[in-house]
């Protein structure tokens, strides 16, 4: 059942019963050898050796002799090469006794301690988990675990591992101080990311700043914190902030694919096509199955296209993130500016009647919510190759159809006549 501990107490006793019972005996220095008992486990089979055993027995306890000589000339050379900080050398050494003693809690903590000076973090938590169960109260690997995790930023596995140490010594005081910030750090990292289910983001964005200042010297925080910073400003439609942070965390990850898609999203905003579009293929390149992606620079393309042809937000001077009363406002002002009743000169009123059809298209598309969506989506509701199918689009007018048309008009029932002079 691989209950060694377990076993060792029987076999003790069967010896002390009958001493020349060299099968418990052999089999009791198997259980030693495989915990790194090495001078208890040669003794044993010694012992074998001198009780007239049967020839499988002495041929066994031969072998294990020279077994167990080894394992202590290897644990010489691997705490000779751990002393002289030769880490590399020791894991080497540590690696090929582990394959015999497997149970030696100590040893596994010897090369937990070389791995963390190689920085191979996860591989020292691998070797820690087995010795906090192959030693009872084992309180410093739990310790030891949640240090780690919590230096890679895994704050919820840190938070696990310092509780299991607090349940073996409530009074732990390394543990204890750890488990208060490991919680403190752990709320505030969940109460951002209900924020930002919520759509509260400029209060998320808040948390994760006081996030950076409640652990300011474990880098994995402050880049995940800025990350979520950077996915909060292109959420909440503000795009310098969000091009700025997302930089920031590009510079020290230049593969963070949720920072890429997130500085995609900003430079549509503002625009920036191109640069959208480089963001979204980087990316793709290293998640090239994420639909969100795809979609993304699809219509990255798209807008592309449609912003080296007829731009309504442009016409009108507003951004692409404007509020309906924006567009109405900017709209009237122009309608009014450029009404080809304002002016004389032929070929001045010709210019005129088209920026105003321009200027009421721009309008008409940007103030209905369903064809404003097909625009921001890279579709131009107004224009026929833009529709599927193809022929005649019904919105495109001349001047002559908006004859008679009141720029101020709400829709509503209440109508307004102007003259101008």
């Given at each position: 059942m691989g209950k060694s501990k377990a076993a060792l107490p029987d076999l003790s006793k069967v010896i002390e019963l009958k001493m020349d019972f060299t099968a418990a005996r052999l089999q009791r220095g198997h259980l030693l050898l495989k915990q790194g008992k090495l001078d208890e486990a040669e003794d044993?089979?010694?012992?074998v050796l001198k009780s007239n055993p049967t020839e499988n027995e002495e041929k066994e306890a031969q072998s294990q002799l020279i077994k167990s000589d080894e394992m202590q000339r290897l644990r010489s050379q691997a705490l000779d090469a751990f002393e002289s900080s030769d880490y590399a050398a020791a894991i080497t050494f540590l690696d090929k006794i582990l394959e015999v003693c497997v149970w030696d809690a100590e040893l596994r903590e010897l090369r937990a301690e070389c791995f963390i000076k190689e920085g191979e973090p996860r591989k020292a938590i691998s070797d820690l988990k087995a010795a906090s169960k192959l030693k009872n109260d084992n309180t410093e690997a739990f310790y030891k675990i949640s240090t780690l995790y919590y230096q890679l930023g895994d704050h919820e596995l840190s938070l696990s591992e310092v509780r299991e140490c607090l349940k073996l010594d409530q009074d732990h005081k390394r543990c204890f101080a750890h488990y208060k910030q490991v919680k403190k750090l752990n709320k505030l990292i969940q109460t951002a990311e209900e924020l930002i289910r919520d759509g509260r983001y400029t209060d998320a964005t808040s948390k994760y700043e006081t996030v950076m200042k409640t652990e300011p010297s474990v880098s994995e925080y402050i880049i995940r914190s800025k990350e979520r910073i950077c996915h909060c400003f292109s959420k909440d439609e503000k795009p310098v902030e969000a091009i700025r942070v997302c930089s920031e965390v590009l510079q020290m990850e230049p593969e963070n694919v949720n920072a890429l898609k997130d500085r995609?999203?900003?430079?549509?905003?503002?625009?920036?096509?191109?640069?959208?579009?480089?963001?979204?293929e980087t990316a793709q390149e290293h998640n090239e199955n994420d639909q969100q992606i795809r979609e993304g620079l699809e219509k990255a393309q798209r807008l592309l296209k449609q912003s080296q042809k007829r731009d309504y937000y442009k016409i009108l001077g507003?951004?692409?993130?404007?509020k309906k009363q924006e567009i109405i406002k900017a709209y009237r002002k122009l309608a009014l500016q450029w009404?080809?009743?304002?002016?004389?000169?032929?070929e001045e009123k010709k210019k005129a009647e088209k920026k105003f059809i321009d200027i009421a298209a721009a309008k008409e598309v940007l103030s209905d919510p369903e064809m404003r969506k097909k625009f921001d989506d890279g579709e131009d509701p107004l224009d026929a190759e833009s529709q599927q199918g193809g022929g005649g689009n019904p919105f495109h007018r001349s001047w002559n159809s908006w004859q008679g048309?009141?720029?101020?008009?709400?829709?509503?029932?209440?109508?307004?006549?102007?003259?101008?002079?």
């Open positions: 044993d089979f010694k012992k995609a999203e900003a430079y549509l905003i503002e625009e920036m096509y191109d640069e959208a579009i480089q963001d979204y507003v951004k692409r993130n404007a009404h080809p009743d304002n002016f004389q000169n032929e048309f009141n720029p101020f008009s709400s829709g509503g029932p209440f109508r307004f006549k102007f003259h101008f002079n």
